[in-house]
């Protein structure tokens, strides 16, 4: 029978490194982090291998003093809390004291540090379970602190690392958000030798521009509100800028990062009635509260949070934000809102059937090629006649689709025009049809694609000249891993340079799409869910995504085949009622509810 018995110190540090430290942006985090709490005014990162080989953060800062180098990597040793009270109202980012122990647990580790005043620095050295005395070292008054090989002692954790793309750019993510959090203070981000990014000490929303790229400064709003003991500032994008993923959203609490349910909710309600359902928005936020009314000791990477008054706080988020949304349009012409006075539902007004079947009928295979010649109309068609005529053509032709069954084949009747790009109008036995027509052929994509998936036969369409875009690190390392999933999902993609993609082949029903936006949208897919689980738990959402960008768009002007082609193709393919968000994809207005409208038979 196995004894209790007390774990070895080393062996403890390795465990807690597993919680905190889980891949080199990990350590990043927590080193960055320190530097900011010692006071620095310029910090400088240098990476290797995307920070597998080696994270080197140089500040300013306050210094360690010489008898306090051991203690800084010292399991549960810090400067920042004493008592229970600091810990109820924290003010610094780390607190924990674990981070630098469970990083020198796990790597080679040199701490160097002056403090102002000092002769000189002193450092020590950490390789695993060896730990120097403090020597002598040059260096200007701040620490600097460079990890090497980390898991070099823990070959199994080291596995789980990727590439270095891929570890560099998750590197990268947690400097742009401590960049955002603290633009009072210089930074500079090297990899592999070169610089990434330098930035200036400046106001927030330079800082917020240098980071989310001018598009979106000049698609958003600066927020700037106060309650008791709250305060949110910073920029929200307006809705015209939403984005097919999340990769735009910050926000901080007490200037530190935070991903919390309770603000993600707030914040999509703000923006729900302006923005649509696969749409999110783009903001970089900061909320200011007590200390004392928010828990960050929920978990080991500090990413989460607690409210003392969550519905309060959720309250203030959900109004910042709706009011400044709103602001853009409070000045409207009297008719822009005014509600229709004779029924709360409002319907198109009847279209003006004419002109369109006028035009048309100008081709003598008109009819023929809408109805095909079993039911008569294919000589019918060359005949001159009048406008009218030709209007009651159509509506007889409705009719006798269906009179030998006896049933509405066609529930969707036959198409007589567009509105403005983004409608079909249709007419059928009972009255007027209607059909968001992108909605439409995006649930028939979608249920296509499925099918396709389903036995594995998902067409490719070679491209004749492949279309080329520009890719952030992230990007390219998911097209570098990820090659059997995009091949399975129809997509031929390669990788031009350490910043361009190229797509060679895409699945054959999207070959109209916008390939680059569409080749972006699944990357952001697999990065986001993992190749293995956007081809089987998250199928279908990611199928949905290309359905999305493959539908047909806005004032695209059909013809009247096409519609109509668009309509049969609605009857035969299932729960084409509903786009693949919810939204209905057509609906139907009777001739007696018409009649109403326009006060007939009073």
């Known amino acids: 029978m196995a004894t209790i018995k007390p774990l070895p110190e080393l062996l403890i540090n390795q465990i807690a490194a597993g919680e905190v430290i889980e891949r080199p942006a990990s350590a990043l985090k927590e080193i960055l982090e320190n530097s900011i709490d010692a006071g620095a005014g310029k910090i400088t990162v240098q990476l290797q291998q995307g920070g597998v080989k080696q994270i080197r953060v140089t500040d300013d800062g306050g210094g360690i003093a010489k008898d306090e180098l051991l203690l800084a990597l010292t399991r549960h040793s810090t400067s920042k809390i004493s008592t229970l009270d600091d810990l109820q109202r924290i003010n610094s980012l780390g607190f924990r004291g674990e981070a630098l122990a469970s990083i020198a647990a796990v790597s080679r580790l040199t701490l160097s540090s002056r403090q102002a005043g000092q002769d000189h620095a002193w450092q020590i050295q950490v390789d695993g379970a060896m730990m120097s005395q403090p020597i002598p070292a040059a260096l200007s008054t701040g620490t600097s602190l460079d990890v090497h090989d980390l898991y070099f002692n823990i070959p199994a954790r080291r ?39 330098h930035l200036r000490a400046t106001g927030l929303e330079q800082r917020i521009t240098a980071i989310m790229g001018e598009e979106f400064a000049q698609a958003a709003i600066c927020i700037d509100e106060h309650s008791t003991g709250l305060t949110l500032q910073g920029m929200a994008a307006l809705p015209a800028y939403a984005r097919s993923t999340r990769d735009a959203q910050y926000f901080f609490v007490n200037s530190r990062f935070v991903s919390d349910k309770l603000i993600t909710h707030a914040l999509r309600e703000a923006y729900r009635d302006v923005l649509h359902l696969d749409r999110h928005p783009a903001f970089v936020l900061f909320l200011q509260i007590d200390p004392e009314a ?33 602001s853009p349009n409070r000045e409207r012409k009297p008719d822009e809102s005014a509600e229709p006075a004779q029924s709360v539902r409002s319907y198109p007004s009847f279209p003006q059937f004419n002109k369109t079947v006028q035009r048309a009928a100008q081709s003598d295979g008109f009819y023929r090629t809408l109805f095909g010649s079993q039911n008569g109309f294919s000589s019918v068609a060359a005949v001159p006649m009048a406008v009218d005529n030709q209007v009651a053509l159509l509506e007889n032709a409705v009719h006798s689709e269906q009179s030998d069954s006896g049933q509405d084949t066609h529930p969707l009747g036959f198409a007589l025009g567009q509105l403005h790009g983004v409608y079909i109008l249709a007419q059928n036995t009972r009255g007027l049809v209607v059909v968001d027509m992108h909605a439409a052929h995006e649930r028939i994509m979608y249920e296509q694609l499925k099918q396709a998936l389903d036995i594995q036969h998902l067409a490719q369409q070679s491209l004749l000249i492949p279309v080329t875009f520009q890719a952030n690190e992230l990007e390219v390392a998911v097209v570098e891993e990820s090659q ?54 998250k199928r279908n959402e990611m199928l ?27 009857e035969m393919t299932e729960r084409a009622e509903q786009c693949n968000h919810g939204r209905p994809t057509w609906f139907e207005t009777s001739l007696m509810e018409l009649d109403k409208l326009f006060m007939r038979g009073k």
């Open 159 to 197: 596995k789980f690392l990727k590439s270095e793309a891929t570890e560099f750019a998750h590197c990268d993510e947690v400097f742009k958000r401590i960049a955002l959090s603290q633009p009072d203070i210089e930074l500079q981000l090297q990899h592999n030798g070169k610089v990434r990014r």
């Open 484 to 537: 059997e999933a995009l091949q399975q999902l129809g997509f031929e993609m390669a990788v031009l340079s350490p910043n361009a993609l190229a797509v060679r082949g895409v699945p054959a029903v999207l070959q109209d799409a916008d390939i680059a936006q569409l080749a972006r949208a699944i990357l952001q897919e697999i990065r986001e869910y993992g190749a293995s689980q956007v081809l089987t738990v």
């Open 544 to 570: 949905a995504t290309m359905a999305c960008h493959g539908a047909v768009r806005a004032n695209r002007q059909l013809t009247l085949s096409e519609m109509n082609a668009l309509l049969r193709k609605m």
């Open 294 to 326: 928010v828990d960050v000791n929920v978990h080991p990477t500090k990413i989460e949070v607690r409210f003392r008054e969550p519905r309060a706080l959720h309250q203030f988020i959900f109004h910042a934000v709706d009011k400044v949304l709103a």
